[in-house]
């Protein structure tokens, strides 16, 4: 069971809006620890999406977008596509454990 | 470009050692800080483990009294080895490299370990 919590599940029509939460606590995303979010395609490697909360590395598209607020952070796709289906993890740094953590995934369905 | 290259055995026997290196091309070790991360089938990432190029490591609290990684900067390579290994270890292993302002942004392509007899 992670430090960070993330929904299990969610899922949208093509072309519809979801959020994914990653929910941490006080030694983790509240502690100012900056959020990572990773895509990861079964059989692939994981890919980094957007690092320090909100910035998108080169390459990804502007549907995605991410944020940070307090203890939480949160994932958003915009105009989905069937090739977003995917996992989706939050990563960050947790004080208390001294470890980097990531969050327990979530699976997008696109629909 | 900075590529990963995991190595080592798919198979290991349980109470016995797994080791895999994982080699760096395209830029040098000796610099960034360098995670293993594993995910075992069905379940989760997890970050197990790495080595900051200021010569520190850090390790998972549950995992630390059987874990070691190292460098060896004239291979330009990262190590890991995980002793005493059960099933639950059967997973795949990816190293990545890490930074602060861009987390871990470049991951080898993972190789699957299996623990069993």
């Not at chain 1, 590395?57 to 989905?80: E, H, K, M, N, Y």
């Not at chain 2, 990432?45 to 995992?63: E, R």
């Not at chain 2, 942004?105 to 299996?114: A, H, L, S």
Request: aromatic residues 10%.
């Amino acid at each position: 069971q992670s430090v960070l919590t993330q929904p299990p599940s969610v899922s949208g029509a093509p072309g519809q809006r979801v959020t994914i939460s990653c929910t941490g606590s006080s030694s983790n995303i509240g502690a100012g620890h900056d959020v990572h979010w990773y895509q990861h395609l079964p059989g692939t490697a994981p890919k980094l999406l957007i690092s320090v909360n909100s910035n998108r590395p080169s390459g990804v598209p502007d549907r995605f977008s991410g944020s940070r607020s307090g203890t939480s952070a949160s994932l958003a796709i915009t105009g989905l596509q069937a090739e977003d289906e995917a996992d989706y993890y939050c990563q960050s740094y947790d004080s208390s454990l001294s470890s980097y953590v990531f969050g327990e995934g979530t699976k997008l369905t696109v629909l | 470009q900075v590529q990963l290259q995991e190595s080592g055995p798919g198979l290991v026997k349980p109470s016995e050692t797994l080791s895999l290196s994982c080699t760096v091309s395209g830029g040098s070790i000796s610099s960034y800080y360098w995670g293993w991360i594993r995910q075992p089938p069905g379940k989760g990432l997890d970050w197990i483990g790495g080595f900051s190029y200021g010569g520190s490591t850090n390790y998972l609290p549950s995992l630390k009294s059987r874990i070691t990684i190292s460098i060896a900067p004239s291979k330009n390579q990262l190590s890991l080895e995980l002793r005493s290994v059960t099933a639950a270890d059967t997973a795949v292993y990816w190293c990545a490299r890490y930074s602060t302002v861009d987390g871990f942004d470049i991951w080898g392509q993972g190789t699957m370990v299996t623990v069993s007899s």
